[in-house]
């Protein structure tokens, strides 16, 4: 255990408004993602989309938003973050325009494209933005604890607001919503955010980007619309793209950084965490409305009682992390989000459920937040600034394939039962049990050197085997 009791340095007023602006971006970003999930059927009607195409206006954001994620982080790296945030944030309002106006399902979907793409370019720009302004240690934990605990409450808040808006305005008020809050970035973004360094002679990895985007949209693709062809192509791509980065004199992604605990440990943890919390609500949202018959807007409100939590979780989990190392609260946060799911998988018809379910989700939504904190600053730690964007890229392209492919395992697990009851169990009973595995995995992943060493020798191991044995978890 790390006990870190040091007061972190107070933060200057250019640096509070960095924070202003940038947790603002983050926070406006996660909004976007969910402030249409509520309202897809009057969305969908507005425009005249056919039923089954409904689930296209989530997908078809979110598939740029995690295809593309890794290859802008690094793009950041290369030519300027400020100047890659600016350009999302841009985009972001010019497509959120064409959304708010669309007249036919081509304009909606396009528009929601370019919102994801959008989304790829300020996302990781924003993230690393971050790091590189406030200095590894207790100040850097803090602030990413506050953007962890905004970045859940942008995800309750846009279901909430996403279908009051619909209720009281129009659909089209759901893309209007963020333009002001973004022309407001975009205006004071470059009088506050020096642009980054950017490092002489070194190329982009052309090869490597156009594999490893075509690759992952092709695999979430083929998640979503549960398509064998478009994943096997899909896995063929990753691989190429893992055989181009061993040869390339600049690889898109330097395979060493693979090789750090905590790269690959925090990434994994990051993947399972919003897996499995976002099927969750989804799975529970169906759950309120269709079992127990409350409405969206109900729905949306009870997320948002335990939405409060997310705030809290953001900001002790900062301060934990100080105190206790980024190990143990990322285990601890993914213990409490699995273990406070599981009262839910015995929850039947009757609305006396809510009792039950209501502090189950204010507890499970305090661990999540706290694995999110934990495993961002532990997949970015330790790394120097110019690969500042690729750590970040790489964190922030785990949350979106995350997010994307969660909803579509879960419920077709779900769907292997009779009742929607009984798929529901189902559903939550693997998350419980993944989840908790993952965390134990972790665990061991993440041991100091040293400590790994000493459990091989313990186990009989010699002290080269045992070091081998260390070497080979890194």
């Given amino acids: 255990m790390t006990t870190d009791t040091t007061a972190p340095p107070r933060l200057s007023r250019r640096q509070r408004l960095i924070l202003l602006i940038l947790l603002g971006a983050g926070f406006m970003l996660s909004v976007d993602f969910s402030i249409l999930n509520v309202a897809l059927p009057k969305v969908g009607a507005g425009v005249g989309l056919k039923l089954d195409n409904f689930p296209w206006i989530i997908s078809a954001y979110a598939l740029p938003a995690a295809g593309f994620t890794l290859l802008f982080g690094r793009l950041g790296d290369l030519f300027g973050r400020r100047k890659l945030f600016l350009t999302g944030i841009a985009l972001l309002i010019g497509a959120s325009l064409l959304g708010g106006f669309a007249s036919n399902p081509e304009m909606l979907l396009t528009a929601r494209a370019l919102q994801g793409f959008a989304t790829a370019m300020a996302t990781p720009a924003s993230m690393s933005l971050l790091t590189s302004t406030f200095a590894e240690g207790t100040t850097r934990d803090r602030v990413l604890g506050l953007n962890g605990a905004l970045l859940s409450a942008g995800f309750t808040v846009g279901a909430l607001i996403g279908g009051t808006l619909v209720g009281l305005l129009s659909w089209r008020s759901a893309f209007f919503i963020n333009i002001p809050v973004a022309v407001v970035i975009l205006v004071f973004t470059p009088s506050l955010i020096r642009e980054s360094s950017v490092p002489s002679r070194m190329k982009l990895d052309l090869p490597g980007a156009v594999t490893v985007s075509t690759g992952l949209l092709a695999v979430i693709y083929a998640v979503v619309e549960k398509n064998i062809i478009s994943g096997v192509i899909g896995a063929l791509l990753l691989a190429a793209f893992w055989l181009i980065e061993l040869r390339s004199p600049?690889?898109?992604?330097?395979?060493?950084i693979l090789k750090r605990p905590t790269v690959k440990w925090g990434n994994y943890a990051g993947l399972v965490v919003f897996t499995m919390e976002t099927a969750m609500i989804f799975l529970s949202t169906l759950y309120l409305q269709n079992i127990l018959g409350y409405s969206p807007m109900i729905t949306g409100l009870i997320f948002g009682v335990p939405g409060l939590a997310a705030v809290a979780a953001g900001v002790i989990a900062g301060r934990s992390i100080g105190r206790f190392g980024t190990r143990t609260v990322?285990?601890?946060?993914?213990?409490?989000?699995?273990?406070?799911?599981?009262?839910?998988?015995?929850?039947?018809?009757?609305?006396?459920?809510?009792?039950?379910?209501?502090?189950?989700?204010?507890?499970?939504?305090?661990?999540?937040?706290?694995?999110?904190?934990?495993?961002?600053?532990t997949g970015t730690s330790g790394l120097p600034n110019e690969e500042q964007g690729l750590a970040t890229g790489m964190t922030s392209m785990t949350q979106q394939v995350a997010i994307t492919v969660g909803i579509p395992i879960l419920s077709a697990i779900a769907a292997t039962q009779s009742s929607e009851l009984t798929g529901f169990h189902l559903a939550l009973s693997v998350d419980v049990a993944l989840t908790l595995v993952s965390a134990l995995f972790i665990w061991f992943g993440l041991r100091p050197r040293g400590e790994r060493s000493s459990a091989a020798t313990a186990a009989g191991l010699s002290t080269d085997a045992g070091e081998e044995l260390a070497a080979s978890l890194d």
């Fill in 250 to 256: 600049a690889p898109l992604a330097p395979l060493r």
């Fill in 330 to 377: 990322l285990v601890t946060g993914m213990a409490v989000q699995s273990l406070s799911t599981l009262p839910m998988i015995f929850l039947g018809s009757s609305r006396i459920a809510l009792a039950i379910m209501l502090p189950a989700l204010f507890i499970s939504f305090f661990g999540h937040v706290t694995s999110i904190v934990a495993y961002t600053v």
